[in-house]
């Protein structure tokens, strides 16, 4: 399918600039809810603006589904958390310029590439995503700024 740039913005950590995210959907969409609510294939694309330990990159991943899902919805989802956080520390350090990519394939599942490589089989569950993305677009974002952004506000 062919997939639109919905938007696209950086993830600051202080003054630091950490990545630039872009969301990518078939049609475009301005609120969290739309987004979430498509059942077509979506894909967010991180590109790393500085150098990051993986493993704290796989917790701040934990964290931030976390902080945006109760916590019976979380812990269903544990084992995929888990595996999701092995991807990364799988990898040591993600350095600056390195990409990795959470696609939603319909029928298939959450699909994750890191350096071009895909990593293992698809997450089956279909609230996986969903709980990916909340990182970004949820009650309780990494960052407003980047969400705003993702979501095609202006800045």
Not at 61 to 73: H, I, L, P, T, V
Not at 75 to 97: A, E, N, T, W, Y
């Amino acid at each position: 399918s062919d997939l639109a740039l919905n938007g696209a913005g950086v993830r600051y950590k202080a003054v630091f600039k950490v990545y630039a995210a872009g969301l990518y959907l078939e049609k475009g969409a301005s609120t969290s809810a739309e987004v979430f609510g498509m059942s077509g294939p979506k894909r967010l694309v991180v590109t790393m603006l500085r150098e990051i330990d993986s493993a704290e990159l796989g917790k701040l991943f934990s964290r931030g589904m976390e902080d945006n899902m109760d916590k019976a919805s979380f812990s269903k989802l544990v084992p995929g958390v888990l595996r999701m956080g092995q991807i990364f520390s799988d990898h040591k350090k993600l350095l600056s310029g390195d990409q990795f990519m959470v696609d939603w394939l319909p029928g298939t599942g959450t699909q994750v590439t890191v350096r071009g490589i895909v990593q293992g089989q698809p997450f089956k569950e279909p609230e996986f995503f969903n709980a990916l993305l909340g990182i970004w677009l949820g009650n309780h974002p990494a960052d407003w700024k980047l969400k705003d952004a993702l979501l095609g506000k202006p800045q």
